[in-house]
Each structure stands twice: as C-alpha cells, then as structure tokens.
C-alpha cells in the first residue's frame, strides 16, 4: 500500500507501532482513517516478522477523541449503515481477532470511536491522565463500532448502561478499577509498559497465542447472539431520528441540544 496519510507505522524488532497521527483534529476517526487503517491491519497481518503491535494515538493529549462528527451531519441512512459496517468488519472485528497480540497505549482521550478502538485491542495500558466515554447519546446516537458489546464484557451490564446513558467520561484509576484498562502508568512510561507485556507474550509460542484469542473470542461471541448486528441496525436508524439532527447540529454549533 501508499504511504499512509493519517498514521506513523514503525517496526522496532517484533513489534509494529501504530499511531494515529492527526493531532489536529485530536486523531479523530474520519472516513479516511477508518479505511487506511483497515488497509494497515491486513498488512501487518501478513508480515511475519511482526509478532505484536501497540496502537496509540500522536500527541499527548489524546489517543483518538472521537469520529469526526463534521462528516455525520449529511450522510444519508446508507451512507450511515456503510459507515457503521466498515468500522465494525474492516477494523474493530479485524483488530478483537487479531492473531497476534494488540495493546492500545491509551494517552489522553479516549472517547466514543476512540474509546472503542482501545476495547477492540487485546489490552489496555493507560497513561494517568486518560479520560475515557462513550459520548454518543449527547448526539441522538449509540456507540457504533462495537461500543455497546465490548463495554458490558469488561466492565459489566450496570457500568456499561451508566457510561453509555450518561455519556460521561470516567478518568483512568476508575477505568482501572471496573476493569476496562489492564495498568495506569505515567504517561512517559506508556510505551515502555506496553512493550514490556508484549516481550512476554514473544516468549509463548505464537500459534497457541492466536488460538487463544480465538478460543476466547468464541466464547463471547457464542454469549453475545446477534448484539453486533443489532448495533448496526440501531446506529443506522439513528440517522433517521430528530434528536440525531438536533444533537449533530448542537454540536457543531458548540451550544447543549435540546431533546
């Protein structure tokens, strides 16, 4: 593939480094990024000499805040419904049955789209001044990249509910405690902890690794029935909705929506 336009992809030894690199935009998920990243994934999938990889975002003030809600206020229900299946079957799925172990190095924010990249890798490591949410009610939607599946899984039915239905964020030593980040370090120690796991799992065997993951993955899957396919339908009909115009418009007119 080209050059990506929205990411720094390094290699030091077995391991890739992938960072989302628009910190203008606070690395949000744009059309663009969502499929160049999915392009990427199939690449490092391949190469055999990449065992792990560690997903962060480039600054220090966010690992991904969010879609790029400036590109919601036109699409239409089918551009709605591609967008939605592209981000669950091309990156987030691709990602949570990964064969080989991904950590999200978590710096900053990590919000809606952002805080599902991060639940859609194998592990989480956060830096102590991650803020994490799923904000997506104060735009008439829900989570529409596996946001309304994964939560629950690590963090239980009743958390879940409250994260999503308030769209609050919680700070890093509450995420640690209900279980959504596996370690909180300092920020400068982010990337060295994140290797520090993957240089473990470099002395396992790699097939029972991957069979692992799967394994594990089935289980919840078989748990879970048709969720992801429920979220992509709700997400879509969204679009459809008076609170999603309202909520779009208010946030782009930086003003609190009336529903």
Not at 124 to 133: E, I, T
Not at 207 to 218: G, L, S
Request: with cysteine; hydrophobic share 40%.
């Amino acid at each position: 593939m080209d050059s990506p336009q929205n990411f720094l992809v390094d290699k030091k030894g077995k391991t890739a480094y992938l960072t989302v690199n628009r910190p203008d935009k606070l690395n949000a998920l744009n059309f663009a990024t969502i499929k160049e990243l999915g392009q990427i994934l199939q690449v490092l999938k391949a190469d055999t000499q990449v065992r792990g990889i560690i997903v962060t975002g480039a600054g220090a003030k966010a690992f991904v805040a969010g879609a790029d809600i400036s590109e919601f206020k036109n699409l239409s229900r089918s551009q709605a419904k591609d967008l939605t299946q592209t981000g669950h079957h091309q990156v987030m799925d691709v990602i949570y049955n990964f064969p080989k172990p991904v950590i999200a190095a978590v710096n900053g924010f990590a919000l809606g789209g952002g805080l599902e990249l991060a639940m859609a890798c194998h592990l989480r490591v956060a830096s102590a001044n991650a803020k994490m949410g799923l904000p997506e009610v104060s735009l008439g939607l829900i989570p529409g990249y596996g946001g309304t599946q994964r939560l629950p899984q690590l963090v239980g039915r009743a958390k879940a509910l409250e994260m999503i239905m308030s769209g609050e964020m919680i700070d890093a030593q509450e995420a640690l405690q209900w279980g959504l980040v596996n370690y909180v370090v300092p920020q400068e120690s982010l990337i060295t902890k994140s290797e520090e796991l993957l240089e473990k799992m470099y002395t396992r065997s790699p097939h029972a690794i991957a069979t692992a993951i799967n394994v594990v993955n089935e289980g919840l899957q078989a748990a879970n029935g048709g969720g992801y396919n429920a979220e992509i339908e709700a997400f879509t009909s969204a679009f459809d909705t008076e609170d999603f115009k309202e909520g779009v418009s208010a946030f782009l007119e930086k003003r609190k929506p009336n529903f």
